[in-house]
């Protein structure tokens, strides 16, 4: 059973910057696409970045430019590196991994971030 934990939330000020940290175990890491959402109170979970086993990366518009995501197969991790944050970006960010052969998604508990001055 794949299990993900989130680290690397926190409060930051506006233009500040953050680095979030999933760590996967459970399965083998390489036959997983992996992502990032985030859900703000009131909102509908969102994407925000994901890569694929192939490394192929995608973004929300809304953070293209700022965010970049990464995935570390020597240690089973992927990164979302956040900079330029804005208020807008407040929110608990999910890790999240996608079988590439059953489709199955697995998910983290969360981690807040907070951008604020």
């Known amino acids: 059973q794949v299990q993900l934990v989130e680290s690397g939330g926190g409060l930051v000020q506006p233009g500040g910057s953050l680095r979030l940290s999933c760590a996967f175990s459970g399965s083998i890491f390489s036959f997983h696409a992996m992502a990032w959402y985030r859900q703000a109170p009131g909102r509908q979970r969102e994407l925000v970045a994901g890569?694929?086993?192939?490394?192929?990366?995608s973004y929300a518009d809304s953070v293209k430019g700022r965010f970049a995501i990464s995935r570390h197969t020597a240690n089973y991790t992927a990164i979302l590196q956040m900079n330029k944050l804005e208020s807008e970006d407040t929110a608990v960010y999910y890790c999240?991994?996608?079988?590439?052969?059953?489709?199955?998604?697995?998910w983290g508990q969360g981690t807040q971030v907070t951008v604020s001055s």
């Open positions: 999240n991994a996608k079988s590439d052969y059953s489709g199955t998604e697995y």
């Open positions: 890569i694929t086993s192939g490394n192929d990366e």
